[in-house]
Structures are given as C-alpha cells and as structure tokens.
C-alpha cells in the first residue's frame, strides 16, 4: 500500500509552480487532436507557444487531423493562415478547422468552458502493486515490475523503467518507459517533464525527436485510437 507523503506534495507542488505555463494545450479525441488556446494569452504569445509545442509534441501525434480552439476569439483570415502556416511548419499534424466556444462541438465538457476542471470518477482510478523508488536512474540502470511503478527523482537517457501498471516520474523522464507490458492499454505515463527516448505503452510505441526541448509543465501519455497521445496535466 502507498503512504501519501505531504513532503512530497509540498515538493510536486512547488516543482510544478516554479514552471511556466504554455498558452495552448493538446488534447486527443476519437476524431484526432485538438488545440486549446487560453483565454487570456494574446495572439502572438500563442503563435510562439504553439510553434514549440508542436516542436516538442509533434511527433507523437504523426499526420492525425487537428482543430485548434481559439476559444472566445474572433479571428481573421489573415490570423488563421496564420495559424495553418505555423502548424505546417512545425509539424505534420492535418489541419482540419479552427473552431470558437460557439462553434465548439457539443461533447466538450463544460468544465472546460467554465475553465474548470472536470470531477474525477473514481471508476477510473486503478489499484494495484507499486513500488516508490527515491531516487535518480541513471544509464544502465532498468526497474522491472509487476505494478505501478513510482519514481522520486528523474529517469535519465539509457535508463528503463518496464511496468505492468502505470509510470509516474516526479522528476525528469529521458529514458525508456513501457507502462501495461503485459497489454494494459489503459495504462499510462505520467512525467514532470516528458521527454522519453522511447514511450511504450502496451504494444504501441513512439519515440521523441532527435531534436527536442524539454516541457515545461507536467503531460501524461496514454493510447488513443492506437497512437500514443500526450496530454498536460492540469493541477487546478
């Protein structure tokens, strides 16, 4: 059984309010992806966030169609040409519309139109075996185990973590990840800062550019249509 740990809340909490926020946040549907734009950022602070984001996330999501949700904004041709270009140039991503709170589909949570956070269904959560490991893996070193696997530290490039359940890193995660191993495609990953050399989760597999930056917020990932999906955790 997992003691909760106030330190460690204190920690999580204080890592994750020292990092800056991006204005636009990916999320995964049945349809493909959709980026939401924050309410208060101005234009040109999201046409900055979304080109690195995409430049970080892009590859995880391969040539799926995308809506951007521009959220209560009108905006101009010339401002979604705009958008298409920067999407475009950053990744392979389809771009399949550019949408409004008035035009958004009816299946999007009100939470999120509120600017809430939904509630969250205790049917969704899992137990299980976890093993917490308090401290950094470094190259060369692997965690093999039949559960959930709990990291305190960060998962450095030419560590593994395997796990039949979920992977949390609060720290770090550079390294190999394999949550469901044994065909969990409910499982995930959870990071601090994601960015994996090889992300696996059950029998699907995806791997971080050659090329990328670290995040600057804490992301999940999780299986969606048969493609590994990266998602921000959202806190508040």
């Known amino acids: 059984m997992l003691v909760f740990d106030e330190n460690i809340a204190e920690w999580v909490t204080s890592v994750e309010e020292s990092m800056s926020k991006y204005t636009v946040e990916f999320k995964g549907t049945k349809e493909g992806v959709t980026i939401y734009c924050q309410e208060s950022a101005g234009f040109e602070e999201i046409l900055l966030d979304l080109a ?89 070193q692997s965690v093999h185990y039949p559960g959930n696997v709990i990291v305190l530290g960060d998962v450095n490039p030419g560590a593994e973590i395997v796990a039949e359940g979920d992977i949390f890193v609060y720290g770090t995660l550079r390294g190999i990840a394999h949550a469901g191993r044994s065909g969990d495609r409910s499982a995930s990953v959870v990071a601090l800062r994601l960015a994996p050399t090889q992300l696996r989760i059950a029998s699907v597999i995806s791997r971080a550019p050659d090329e990328s930056s670290l995040p600057n917020q804490p992301e999940y990932a999780y299986i969606s249509e048969d493609r590994i999906m990266i998602a921000a955790v959202n806190t508040k």
């Open 52 to 140: 690195a984001r995409l430049r970080q996330r892009a590859v995880f999501f391969g040539q799926s169609k995308v809506r951007i949700d521009v959220g209560g904004r009108q905006l101009t041709e010339a401002e979604q040409e705009r958008l298409a270009d920067v999407l475009a140039q950053n990744s392979k991503l389809v771009l399949a519309g550019v949408q409004t709170s008035a035009t958004r589909p009816a299946e999007a949570s009100l939470a999120r139109r509120r600017g809430e956070t939904a509630e969250l269904k205790l049917e969704n959560c899992k137990e299980g075996r976890s093993i917490v490991i308090k401290r950094t893996l470094r190259s060369g």
